[in-house]
Each structure stands twice: as C-alpha cells, then as structure tokens.
C-alpha cells in the first residue's frame, strides 16, 4: 500500500472564528436572559486541547481539503470524465492540526448577529452571538495521502485551493464569507515504506 506523509507550513491571509457546538450539559438557567447566557458559555465554541490551548483540529483542513478537490473539479488524465473528488474523500486526510500559542480561556470574540438555527433557514430569528476568534495563526499540518492517483502537484493545487476559496472555521469563503482563508508556504512530500 502507498504512504505520503506531507507536512505543509500554512499562514492566515484572514481571521479564523470557531462555531462548536455549545455542550449540551450547558443550558440556559432560569434567571438568565439569553445574553448573559451568550456571555458565559461562548468561549466554549472554540476547540482547545487537553492542556487548555486554542487548537485549529485536523478535521478543519480535511474537510477543507476534500470539499477544494470537489469545488475545482479537476479530471484525472487518461480516464475519461473521472475526476479527483472520490481520491481525495477517501485518500487523503489529515493527521495533524496545529495547536496554537493561544489559551482558550485568553482568546477574543467578534460578536456577530446570525441566525438563532441555522437549520431554520434564511428567514428564521437572528440573534447575536460570540464567536472567538484568532486574527492570525500559522504552523505546519501534517496530511497523510494514500491513495496512488494523488501526485504532489495535484494535491499542491487541491490545497491552495482549499485555503484560498474553502477555507476553515466559520464563517469562511465556502459559506459565502470571508474568514478562515490561508497561503501554503512550502510543502514537503515525503514518500513512506
């Protein structure tokens, strides 16, 4: 079976904002107002490690990097009308996020006025929400590929793709928003045995 180990080194070209699920343990309790409940729990929609930092999950850049392969489209050479997207959803994902130098309990929110569901549709009651937010980050994710039609040039494009027009987070270009885009600034492909 083939192995790829990638270690690509991302920047942020914009801020990323965390939307995790409020624990379902939290609820609203009888003498709060929806704000004051708003101003207690917000900070947990942001992903932290064990140790308490702000992490940015490998789950991120993997659905960011499968949903890159379906927006381009690209066809593989010599098979007809096949493209990547079925390669990349089920052979390439990444292992390895990046955590942070960031405390959760330190990090900043933008308050932001949404849809109270966002299930309910466009029309459905709006409220303001707390989401935290990073302005800039950078690291290196690790990505492992195992499937044999991606090449390192395919998966540099599946990539950049992914930062500039996906992205990560809430609110990001894939949603029609501008937050979570980010550059890759050196990629190192390593074959495995």
Not at 24 to 45: A, L, N, P, S
Not at 46 to 51: D, I, S
Not at 99 to 127: H, M, W
């Amino acid at each position: 079976m083939r192995w790829v180990k990638v270690v690509a080194s991302l920047r942020s070209m914009t801020p990323v904002l965390f939307s995790r699920a409020i624990p379902e343990d939290e609820i609203k309790r009888k003498d709060e107002t929806g704000d004051k409940f708003e101003e207690r729990v917000w900070r947990k929609r942001a992903h932290v490690t064990k140790e308490g930092q702000l992490l940015l999950p490998s789950t991120f850049f993997t659905i960011s990097l499968q949903n890159a392969a379906k927006y381009r489209g690209d066809k593989i050479q010599g098979k007809s009308q096949a493209t990547y997207t079925k390669h990349f959803a089920g052979g390439a994902y990444c292992v390895k996020g990046i955590t942070l130098p960031i405390k959760g309990s330190e990090v900043d929110f933008e308050r932001i006025y949404c849809l109270a569901q966002p299930n309910k549709g466009p029309n459905g009651a709006r409220v303001f929400r707390n989401f935290p937010i990073v302005p800039s980050w950078k690291g290196d994710v690790e990505y492992n590929i195992i499937d044999e039609e991606i090449n390192e040039d395919i998966f540099r494009k599946v990539l950049e793709t992914s930062g500039l027009n996906i992205g990560i987070g809430a609110f990001r270009p894939q949603n029609r928003n501008q937050n979570g885009r980010f550059l890759v600034e050196e990629l190192i492909w390593m074959e495995q045995k």
